[in-house]
């Protein structure tokens, strides 16, 4: 699908900056949107963070926040950053490397798991993405009876394009959004069923291979694998309305998409892309699209360079549930998508004259909207609403 015009009315700051009377810094106010929808606050809730990743809210209303270098940090319902939370894994920290996104088991509570996805270091410089399953302690300082569920093959000799969103279903299924690694050398591997490289793959949360993967018991197929073609995924969400893994992926120069994970489907890269190279040179045979291959719903150009993304459900911004909500990167932009079933019927981005990149965005359990900026100062950012 072509990409309507984008309405971005609402997305310009349209309020002078407001601060709260004396009270907690952290929840000063620091500017009021007008939306197209919604009349918001955006308050900085913490800052100080090197390059964070990913934010999952806990049951009590803290959140975990990953940060690039190989920190996991908890943030506490009164935005007090915890110290560094113990016994996290060694991560390959260049780059686009590193400790990147976390996610809670179905069953956190009475099991305390969580799921870190991170560039692993290998052997001969090489490394690839790995998914750690490890017990969060009661204190919430320190993990424990860690276990690695999945290791990327192969691993390669690159700084890029590790993807690694990680995505629960209703039944439980674990879905992994990964990367095809960037180089020319390895990029064609989307297309091979032999390798891990730009794929989604479906495991059980403990590892193991669940019977209807569409590629169980094929020759030369890896069975972890549940849909291929992809280039590098960095947002990826479950839709409640109808229990589908949505994903959005970096395109090259232009075309970036958003895609509906269904099993077995090709994607199409390197084969087939919206966008160019980035010398300027046609991806594949300049095709959009070939026979065999699944077409996005929604594409961007030029990019938002996506990163995160929820469908939101709260009580809090009634007339936005329903929503898709994506972080830009390159657009300094949190998009918000109307959807009409599986169409995107309207665009507005929020938070541009803020010029952060946004890495990721989540809903708190109270309704309201956290985002986090990718810096070396990365901040974590509230949106709720204001009459």
């Known amino acids: 699908m072509a990409n309507p015009i984008a309405r971005r009315a609402g997305g310009l700051l349209t309020a002078a900056l407001a601060l709260l009377l004396a009270g907690t810094p952290a929840l000063a106010v620091d500017h009021v949107v007008e939306s197209q929808q919604a009349r918001f606050a955006v308050e900085t809730v913490a800052g100080g963070l090197e390059h964070p990743w990913a934010i999952a809210f806990l049951p009590d209303g803290s959140a975990l926040i990953t940060e690039r270098p190989g920190r996991l940090r908890l943030l506490g319902a009164d935005g007090a950053l915890s110290d560094p939370v113990a016994r996290t894994p060694p991560v390959f920290a260049r780059d686009q490397g590193g400790l990147l996104d976390v996610a809670l088991d179905p069953d956190f509570l009475a099991n305390r798991l969580i799921y870190l996805s991170y560039a692993e270091p290998g052997r001969d410089d090489t490394n690839g993405t790995t ?4 017990r969060l302690t009661d204190d919430a300082t320190s993990l424990q009876d860690g276990r690695i569920i ?193 169409q995107v019927i309207g665009e507005e981005r929020l938070l541009e004259a803020l010029g952060h990149r946004i890495r990721d965005v989540a809903e708190a359990p109270d309704g309201s909207i956290y985002v986090i900026t990718d810096s070396s100062d990365g901040q974590v950012l509230r949106l709720s609403p204001r009459g």
């Open 150 to 342: 999945f290791r990327q093959q192969p691993q390669v000799r690159s700084t890029k394009h590790f993807g690694s969103r990680l995505v629960f279903d209703e039944a439980g299924h674990l879905f992994v959004a990964l990367g095809e690694r960037s180089d020319r050398a390895y990029r064609g591997q989307a297309q091979d069923l032999d390798s891990h490289l730009g794929k989604v793959v479906r495991i059980f949360p403990d590892g193991s291979v669940p019977p209807d993967n569409p590629f169980v018991g094929q020759a030369d197929a890896l069975p972890e694998i549940w849909s291929y073609g992809h280039r590098n995924i960095q947002a990826a969400a479950l839709n409640p309305a109808t229990g589908q893994v949505w994903e959005i992926e970096h395109g090259p120069r232009g075309g970036d998409e958003l895609n509906i994970v269904a099993r077995g489907a090709n994607y199409g890269w390197p084969l087939v892309s919206h966008g160019i190279n980035y010398i300027g040179t046609p991806v594949g045979t300049g095709e959009r699209t070939l026979p065999g291959m699944t077409d996005p719903i929604y594409t961007w150009t030029p990019v938002i360079a996506p990163s995160g993304m929820i469908f939101y459900g709260g009580e809090a911004f009634p007339d936005w549930q329903g929503d898709l909500f994506v972080g830009g990167l390159r657009s300094t932009a949190l998009v918000r998508l109307e959807l009409d079933g599986e």
């Open 131 to 134: 998914v750690l399953r490890v």
